[in-house]
Structures are given as C-alpha cells and as structure tokens.
C-alpha cells in the first residue's frame, strides 16, 4: 500500500504540470486567474512532494495487483486535486460539485453542473478542457512513459488502464515507447483538429478548446449552447470527422502513420463494424425523425441528427439540438448507441464495439450448437481464433456493467428521480458520454441534482472510464488477502 502511495506522489507532482496551459491562457486574456492557478500548482506539488518523502522507503517494483488500486486511487485523487481552481474561482461551487466536474473532466464525461459557460474566466475553461485532454489517453498512460524513470515498472499500469491503449497488443518492443508512440499521434491528430476547426471558422481559443475535446471524446463545451452555438454546418463537420477519427483503435492510427499508409483501417474489423452500425443508425433515425415533420425537410433532418447521433454514439457529448424534445425512439437509440460503437483502445466509453462483435459471435455460435451439438466451432473475428477466456471474460464484463447499470438507476429511483432521468443518467455517465434524458438532458445539464445523485454519477463516471473490473476487483477479499 505504501508503495502505491509512493508512486502517486510521483505522478500528483508530475500533474501539477498541467496547471500550465490555464496559466498561460490566463495571461493572455488577463482574467486575473493566474495566482488562483499558481496555488493549485504548489498545492499540488507540495501534496505529492509529502506523499514521496513520507513513503520513500517503502518505494519499490509495483506487483500486478498493485496496479489496479494505484490506477483507481490516481483518478479519484486526480480528480480531487483538481477542484482547487474550480472551488477558489467559484465560492459558491461545493466540493461535490467541483468533484463531479473535474472526474467528468478526467473520464471525458463532459457531463457539467455549471452554467454561464459563455462568461466565465477563459482559463478555468482551459482548465476543464485540458482535464478532457490528459484524460482521454488516460493519466496513466502517460505515466507510464515517465516513472519507469522513478524506478517503477510500467507494464503493470499499462495493463491495469485500458482507455486510450491496447490491452494486449505492445505496438514497439518497450512498453514506455508504445506510451510515448500513443501520445505522439494523439498529439498529431490534435493539431490537426485545431487547425481544421480554425479553417472552418472557429477563432483560436475556441478551436484549441474542442479540439482537446473532441480528439479526448469529452465533450465539454465553453459556451452552455455547446456545439449550437456555432450553428455551422462545416464546424459540424470536421467535428464529426474527428470523432469518429477518436472512436478508433489508436493503434491503428499509429500503425497507419508508421507504415505511411491506410491500409490497416481496411483491416480493422472493429472500424468497419463502426462505420457501418453508425451509417444505418444515422439513415434510419433521419428517416425517423424526417416523418414525424421534427424538421420540415430531409437534408436539415440528416445534418441534425448525423452531427447529434455521431456525438453521442462515440460517448463524446456535444449538442446542438435538443434531442430529448424528438420522438423518444430516436433519443433512446441515440443514447444506447454510446454502449457499443467506439473500439478498443480509442478515448471512447461504453462496451466497446469488440467486445460487442465477441457477444454476437457466442451467440451465434450457440445457436449453432442447438441444431450440432457435435460441432467444433470457434469464436474468431477477422478470421482469428478468440480463445475461451476471452470470451468468458467479455461475458463476465457485461454481465458487470449491466448490473453495474441496473444497481446505480435503482439508486438514483430511490433517492427520487424519475425513471427516464434515472436510466439515461447512469448510461450517459457509466459510458462517459456527457448528457441523458429528462433533468438531465441536452438542454440542460446536472447542476439541479442533490449530492447524494451527484456521487452516485460521479462513482459510474469513474466505473466507466476504469472498465468496471479494475474497481470493483478491489472490493473482493481475495485481492487484500496477503
């Protein structure tokens, strides 16, 4: 234990760092936040400086089980640390609420309890969207490029973090190159995505801002219209392009820029099933909404619905139109579709469109076996064998994340919430997608929750982004038992 807290101290001063780019965007618009973000830092530091000195002799190789309580206790503690400028800024913002908005930040939830977005200080924004940025290829992840400097092994992290990196696949020979690699593309297809968001009409501050969020899958805005208040056809656009630019594998996006060509997205049976499922969805939910006159023509119905449907389908959350006030079929596919669009190792949530594809071949498979029970037939995707113990694991995880769901709404139920706001809730925040139905919708956000609700969210934010089992695996005996 104590060498855990050894290694967050190491990584809560390595997070100070980030307080740097609020800092400097505070100086150039001069919001008078600059000392505000000067404190968090030291405070910060001086956290992580106490946590290393106090456990220096106890510093050594983390175990693997080690991992799973260092990955869970930095993303609480990040996000704990984080609240400092929230919380000096705004007085009246309690610590639960600035919780809730820095774990959605870290998660890339971008489900907000603040409004007024459009006034406040441009470097707390900054802040909101850097906390998108370092938490869409995970805290952790970037860790792993540094502490092995520390003299702390990285693969127990890398295994232990699944968002923004491939579980079982090491894309060079050393896992702190595969870290650095991933970072390197993410870095890229950001600076893509400023620049494309400047070209198509955004100033500077505001394209650096969505890009963090958008190549994060976050889905925090800097005005509380979000994406509408744009109202740009082209701006939706190259948004679209880039999300679902984010909801693939990024190690496919390193392969492709290491080999200098496209070929291995035509391979990637999870980007074509993706594209595919999101294609359908969008045709059909258009026609949906096209018939029932929500809008008078054809093409303003595909532009709302495609910007809408691929936000929340790759669980990054931006708005534009108030969907809730659609036909309640269109929402709800809407809403489901963040549980099994994005692939493994994007910044996305949700199931994940493998695992997806893993439970449509089991179950075919035992519908086979019904009429040939003699029958050797195996699993595989793209033409390879998925062993046994993968597939029971991908049958233990859903089995986790849908009691996971039925338990949290049933929670939000009893402490008074309706039904609708209940389950949309739970799924937006559990797949780290921003916004539900009913008080919670698109056109409103969490602010009107009680604490208790507010925690319950925060806890399936965090849930979400872990993957279920990397938490829960620590309320089980066996992992305390020596």
């Known amino acids: 234990m104590l060498a855990v ?82 919380l000096i800024a705004l007085p009246e913002l309690t610590f639960t609420d600035a919780f809730f908005e820095t774990m959605s930040g870290l998660s890339t939830t971008g489900a907000t309890v603040l409004t007024g977005l459009d006034t406040l200080a441009p470097s707390l924004n900054m802040w909101r969207a850097t906390l998108h940025w370092f938490g869409g290829m995970g805290i952790i992840v970037l860790a792993v490029a540094i502490l092995p400097l520390l003299g702390v092994g990285g693969m127990q992290l890398y295994k232990a973090e699944t968002p923004g990196a491939v579980k079982n696949e090491k894309l060079t020979p050393r896992i702190t190159q595969t870290a650095k690699a991933l970072w390197v593309v993410y870095l890229l297809i950001t600076i893509g995505g400023v620049a494309a968001l400047k070209i198509a009409g955004m100033n500077w501050y505001d394209a650096v801002f969505h890009a963090f969020s958008t190549v994060s899958l976050g889905g925090f805005s800097n005005y509380d219209a979000s994406i509408g208040h744009f109202d740009s056809p082209a701006i939706e656009a190259v948004l679209i392009g880039f999300m679902l630019l984010a909801a693939v594998n990024f190690s496919r996006h390193f392969i492709a820029w290491q080999q200098k060509s496209l070929r291995t997205y035509l391979v990637d049976v999870e980007a074509r099933a993706m594209l595919r499922l999101v294609a359908v969805a969008i045709l059909g939910v258009t026609l949906y909404v096209w018939t029932h006159q929500v809008y008078l023509d054809f093409l303003t119905s595909l532009r709302h619905v ?49 695992r997806t594809l893993v439970l449509v071949q089991q179950a075919s498979r035992e519908l086979f076996l019904l009429v040939h029970p003699q029958a050797v037939t195996p699993v595989k995707i793209r033409n390879q064998v998925v062993a046994n113990h993968v597939v029971f694991a991908v049958l233990a995880f859903v089995v986790l ?50 604490d208790f609700q507010t925690w319950v969210c925060s806890l399936a934010m965090l849930l979400g982004r872990l993957e279920i089992f990397s938490v829960l695996v620590l309320l089980t005996p066996t992992f305390w038992r020596k």
């Not at 967050?8 to 001069?30: A, D, Q, W």
């Not at 009893?414 to 698109?442: C, E, R, Y």
């Open 306 to 354: 495609a910007f809408n449907l691929v936000a929340f389908a790759t669980t990054c959350g931006f708005v534009t139109q108030d969907y809730a006030s659609w036909p309640i079929f269109a929402p709800m596919i809407i809403i489901m579709l963040s549980c099994y669009t994005c692939s493994t190792g994007s910044t996305g949530g949700g199931i994940k469109m493998f």
């Open 401 to 450: 994340y849908f009691g996971t769901v039925v338990t949290l709404t049933f929670l939000l139920l009893a402490s008074g919430m309706d039904f609708i706001s209940s389950f949309t809730a739970i799924i937006a925040t559990i797949n780290n997608a921003g916004p539900g139905l009913g008080v919670v919708g698109p056109a409103s956000n969490y602010q009107g929750l009680t």
């Open 5 to 86: 807290v050894n290694v967050l101290g190491s990584m809560l001063m390595l997070f100070s760092v980030t307080y740097l780019l609020p800092m400097v965007t505070s100086l150039i618009y001069r919001d008078r936040m600059l000392i505000d973000f000067v404190y968090a830092a030291v405070i910060c530091m001086a956290v992580g400086a106490a946590m290393v000195g106090a456990t220096r002799r106890h510093k050594r190789e983390l175990r693997s089980r080690d991992g799973f309580l260092l990955v869970t206790l930095a993303w609480v503690l990040m996000s704990a640390i984080a609240t400092v400028p929230l």
